[in-house]
């Protein structure tokens, strides 16, 4: 039974080509991508423990193993981390059998205060199983009508996959898809993902377990977006980890002038109060 950190050395093993590290063509291969061989001489260590790292009988390398591996697989900031992640977990720290924990769902009053001073901007405050769980107003204004907030408990995770309408309102679905199941590997512990995982696997099917396991590391570029109104927006992300909550405040502001343009069209008439 392989592990998470072996499916991931293994995907990014068969997503490089050998002649971008310079190395020759040795022809035709049963699997795309680099092989065993090549990946072991350029992180020093033997074939043997590299099958075994892959197929997950080793769940412990050493941290000089672990990063030689980052340095032979050209890993980038975000993907070493999460390497560093899933090497964490492999070790036997999250057991299967721990009864999941719901994840915390309170907004300290500060991080309230915070969103209340970025009114009437668009900000929201997640956790990495995306729930929902505070936002100004102006979030409102661009995610209202589109059924993500209708519901008691509201989740970006849970509306991504199940709600035909986001692969509507998010106009780059796939890579939006992508970003949330990865956020799925970034929460508080393995075992407070289960129950979404389990719950979305059903419905979503092959589009979410497919993204769950790769382990690709989403760019998360520009926010498109086909808003009700008619508009497309364009939306920069800025996030700040609120790592003692296991949460983030998320900030959006526009990419272009057109997009802001749009937004301050969504906002109601201001309200004009005559002074006697």
């Excluded at 994840?103 to 199983?129: C, K, M, Q, Y």
Aim: aromatic share 6%; with cysteine; net charge negative.
């Amino acid at each position: 039974m392989g592990t998470p950190l072996g499916d991931f050395i293994r995907a990014k093993r068969d997503s490089i080509q050998p002649d971008v590290l310079g190395l020759p063509d040795r022809g035709r291969r049963r699997s795309p991508g680099l092989r065993r061989t090549d990946l072991a001489v350029r992180a020093g260590i033997s074939v043997e423990y590299l099958t075994r790292i892959e197929q997950g009988r080793d769940r412990n390398p050493s941290v000089s193993v672990v990063n030689a591996l980052a340095d032979a697989l050209s890993l980038d900031p975000s993907e070493r981390n999460h390497l560093r992640y899933l090497t964490k977990i492999a070790g036997g720290e999250c057991s299967a059998h721990t009864q999941p924990v719901p994840p915390r769902r309170d907004v300290r009053p500060s991080v309230l205060e915070t969103l209340r001073l970025l009114e009437p901007g668009i900000a929201v405050v997640t956790n990495r199983l995306g729930d929902v769980l505070a936002y100004t107003s102006g979030y409102e204004l661009v995610m209202g009508g589109i059924g993500l907030l209708d519901a008691d408990a509201p989740n970006l995770t849970r509306y991504v996959f199940s709600n035909p309408d986001a692969r509507t309102f998010f106009a780059d679905w796939d890579d939006v898809a992508d970003e949330q199941a990865f956020d799925l590997w970034l929460a508080p512990s393995v075992e407070n993902s289960e129950w979404l995982t389990a719950e979305l696997a059903p419905i979503a099917g092959p589009d979410f377990t497919r993204r769950f396991n790769r382990h690709v590391v989403p760019p998360r570029g520009v926010l498109r977006l086909n808003h009700p109104s008619g508009h497309e927006l364009l939306l920069l992300r800025e996030m700040l980890e609120l790592s003692s909550d296991a949460q983030q405040l998320v900030v959006f502001l526009p990419a272009d002038e057109k997009t802001a343009q749009a937004i301050d069209q969504l906002r109601p008439p201001s309200r004009l109060r005559a002074i006697s």
